[in-house]
């Protein structure tokens, strides 16, 4: 990989990971159809406030590495809105790789 990571380094962020993403944006009132209920890199303000290391967010569904128990579903991220949806695992949704372990 050219960004100097192995196979295996990457994963999909858990419902608990997203969850805590989109907290303190949904307290400053981040949300919204063309905005991400995502903060700025400091999480004091929205990610349009800058400054931030991601450019071009969707307000979109993420999935998320979490299943729902005993259901071919998985839990996604609506960061459209900040709240936590399940899915079938064959809708097409975006993913957002995270590199470390989980937290």
């Not at 192995?6 to 063309?34: F, I, V």
């Not at 999480?43 to 569904?61: K, N, Q, R, W």
């Not at 609506?78 to 949806?85: A, F, N, P, R, S």
Request: aromatic letters at 8%.
């Amino acid at each position: 990989l050219t960004d100097g990571s192995s196979p295996g380094d990457w994963r999909l962020p858990t419902q608990a990971e997203w969850q805590t993403a989109m907290e303190k944006a949904l307290e400053l009132s981040c949300t919204g159809p063309s905005a991400p209920t995502l903060t700025n890199d400091e999480g004091t303000a929205c990610i349009s406030a800058g400054p931030s290391s991601f450019e071009d967010v969707e307000a979109d569904y993420y999935w998320s590495s979490t299943a729902v128990d005993g259901n071919p579903q998985a839990r996604f991220g609506d960061i459209d809105h900040g709240h936590m949806l399940s899915g079938n695992l064959i809708n097409p949704l975006r993913v957002w790789p995270v590199r470390g372990t989980q937290r």
